[in-house]
């Protein structure tokens, strides 16, 4: 079946041609990554997330991760902060020096450094500093026409939840979207997404809602748009391995597609290692081949999920250090062998077991407010939520 959305999706001024986002992932989604993704199909491809104090204050690393591709034409970033006055200038920063095009806020990290100090999922339980920080990020995007978005979860747990509140303060505050990740912070990445959640969202309030959590296929995707009524789409995890799954996703919204076709045929094991060949070039040219070929390797193993290679092939591939040597170990790899149906529909990446508990600054339940609160931003990488 195929969903056709004639306007895709409208975020402000920008207009994305496929309701489909690339969610940020520490370590993932750079600009290798995001070209490759891009290349598949239409839709937002956004940068791994940075933090507002790291940018605001020159930091290299953080810089570092502001690099993008010569065709990346609509640049996305994913900015983390708890400091209105430091989110706010690092907006302008990309803005004005970077020519990003999409800020997205991230208010739905579950990791435990960043809960711990008010960060990520935890923030939007403080409702005044939620709106404080929206506000700062929408004032420094209107000046330069750059619509700004937020991420979040359902809640800190069960027994506190944010969703809503977080959707209409989002809506008070300018933002253009919020996308919704249908599981609490203490949950992890565990369990099923809440779609529910995503429906009452899109139910309370009147921007676009983004729907994210387990959509591992392209027809996961249409199925939530149909149950939730959500605008578009968020994929994280589902795309480990599979990047040709934003080709799918192109093909089964009605939009554009890098390769013209409304079905595509699952992919045998030698169009998978072409694809893994384009995505090692990719790293090498960005990063140089010796550390491109580093970091190439924590994706060998979703690639080959479910494949028949073996365990030396295996062990091999995850230490390869050139181009050369990626090529001949490729070359034993059978490229008749069909893709694993077993594999499809099944989640990918990291999955673990629910918190007892979510780490939280001291007395951070005590009240909804946040105003004069003092937070420190944790500025190593997180997931993006």
């Known amino acids: 079946m195929t969903v056709t959305l004639e306007r895709g999706l409208q975020l402000g001024p920008l207009h994305v041609d496929v309701p489909v986002v ?61 400091d209105p006055g430091y989110v706010g200038r690092a907006t302008e920063i990309l803005c004005s020096e970077y020519g990003v ?49 937020m991420k979040t979860r359902k809640g800190i747990d069960d027994d506190h939840l944010t969703y809503l509140d977080a959707g209409r303060i989002a809506q008070e505050s300018g933002a253009a979207a919020i996308a919704l990740h249908g599981r609490t912070a203490v949950q992890g990445y565990s369990g099923e997404a809440d779609w529910d959640s995503i429906a009452a969202l899109v139910e309370h309030v009147d921007i676009p809602v ?16 149909e149950q939730t009524g959500a605008a578009g789409v968020v994929v994280g995890r589902g795309c480990l391995g599979r990047p040709w799954l934003f080709r799918d996703l192109a093909a089964a919204f009605g939009g554009p597609s890098s390769h013209g076709q409304q079905r595509t045929a699952l992919p045998t094991l030698g169009e998978v290692t072409a694809m893994m060949r384009r995505h090692a070039e990719l790293l090498c040219r960005h990063m140089g081949e010796e550390r ?50 077993s594999e499809l529909g099944a989640p990918r990446g990291r999955q673990g077991s629910p918190r007892h508990g979510v780490a939280l600054p001291e007395g951070w339940l005590a009240d909804t407010d946040g105003t004069g609160c003092e937070l420190v931003e944790d500025a190593s990488e997180t997931s993006g939520g």
């Open 22 to 82: 690339l969610a940020p992932m520490a370590g993932i989604t750079n600009a290798a990554y995001r070209t490759l993704c891009a290349e598949q199909g239409a839709g937002l491809y956004v940068c791994e997330m940075i933090t507002s104090r790291g940018l605001v204050e020159g930091d290299a690393t953080t810089r570092a991760m502001l690099a993008f591709d010569e065709s990346e034409t609509v640049r996305s970033v994913q900015l983390y902060g708890t």
């Open 101 to 149: 095009a999409h800020v997205d806020l991230n208010f739905g990290c579950p990791v435990p450094k960043v809960t711990r100090k008010g960060g990520g999922a935890a923030l939007p339980w403080k409702r005044t500093l939620l709106a404080r920080i929206l506000e700062a990020a929408v004032a420094a995007g209107e000046r330069h026409g750059v619509p700004v978005t």
């Open 210 to 225: 983004l729907g994210n959590g387990d959509i591992w296929e392209a027809a996961d995707a249409l199925r939530m748009v």
């Open 292 to 341: 491109g070929c580093k970091e190439f390797r924590k994706h060998v193993v979703w690639y080959l999920k479910g494949f028949r290679a073996g365990g030396e092939l295996r062990r091999s591939l995850g230490l390869v250090d050139s181009l050369a040597t990626l090529d001949l170990l490729l070359a034993d790899l059978d490229p008749a062998e069909p893709f694993p149906v």
